[in-house]
């Protein structure tokens, strides 16, 4: 009985760092732009299905759809100013939207976060038919690389993106962590 316990109690010592050590993966990281974003715990990438999107991330929300993040860069001088892009969000509701804007700059990058919410008008980006989402919020970022801005848009009902403006907001400066 001994002889099988001793070589038994090893292989449990071997195997249980090798164990633990998977579990601690390394978030991952997807690269927009200039920038390296970080996807912690519970972003995932989901299939980037757009034309003009980078990426597409997914944030799993109890006992509703999961809200989806896209990413966009458009290339060097292309995208649009700033105020240009915050105008035209906020235009993608009806009437006038409760607005708040939280802007700093990190590491000499002008880093701007909106959160708007009202009837949101969804539906393609360049006119056709859009449909009324009351109670909806935008959770949306600029963040102003060198040659070109990157955007993250998200959007969905207001208590989902509610519970998860905290992630949003850390996801969007996760370039800029030491």
Same mark, same amino acid.
Request: with cysteine.
């Given at each position: 009985? %001994?002889?099988? *316990?001793?070589?038994?109690? *090893?292989?449990?010592?071997?195997?249980?760092?090798?164990?633990?050590?998977? *579990?601690? $993966?390394?978030?991952?990281?997807?690269?927009?732009? $200039?920038?390296?974003?970080?996807?912690?715990?519970?972003?995932?990438?989901?299939? @980037?299905?757009?034309?003009?999107?980078?990426?597409?991330?997914?944030?799993?929300? %109890? +006992?509703?759809?999961?809200?989806?993040?896209?990413?966009? #860069?458009?290339?060097?001088?292309?995208?649009?100013?700033?105020?240009? @892009?915050? @105008?035209?969000?906020?235009?993608?509701?009806?009437?006038?939207?409760?607005?708040?804007?939280?802007?700093?700059?990190? +590491?000499?990058?002008?880093?701007?976060?909106?959160?708007?919410?009202?009837?949101?008008? +969804?539906?393609?980006?360049?006119?056709?038919?859009?449909?009324?989402?009351? +109670?909806?919020?935008?959770? *949306?970022?600029?963040?102003?690389? &060198?040659?070109?801005?990157?955007?993250?848009?998200?959007?969905?009902?207001?208590?989902?993106?509610?519970?998860? #403006?905290?992630?949003? %907001? &850390?996801?969007?400066?996760?370039?800029?962590? %030491?």
């Amino acid at each position: 009985m %001994k002889t099988i *316990a001793l070589p038994l109690l *090893a292989l449990c010592a071997v195997l249980l760092p090798f164990t633990a050590s998977q *579990a601690e $993966e390394p978030a991952k990281k997807i690269t927009v732009g $200039e920038f390296n974003f970080t996807l912690a715990a519970p972003w995932q990438e989901a299939e @980037n299905t757009g034309m003009m999107t980078k990426a597409i991330i997914e944030h799993p929300i %109890k +006992d509703a759809v999961a809200l989806k993040a896209m990413f966009y #860069h458009f290339g060097s001088g292309q995208g649009g100013a700033v105020e240009a @892009n915050i @105008n035209r969000w906020i235009g993608q509701f009806e009437g006038t939207p409760e607005v708040k804007r939280d802007e700093q700059t990190i +590491d000499g990058v002008q880093v701007v976060i909106l959160t708007a919410t009202g009837t949101y008008l +969804d539906g393609p980006p360049m006119g056709g038919n859009k449909t009324p989402r009351p +109670d909806y919020q935008m959770l *949306a970022s600029i963040l102003v690389g &060198k040659d070109a801005p990157v955007f993250i848009k998200l959007t969905g009902p207001k208590a989902s993106t509610e519970s998860i #403006h905290d992630a949003f %907001k &850390k996801l969007t400066v996760s370039p800029f962590e %030491k």
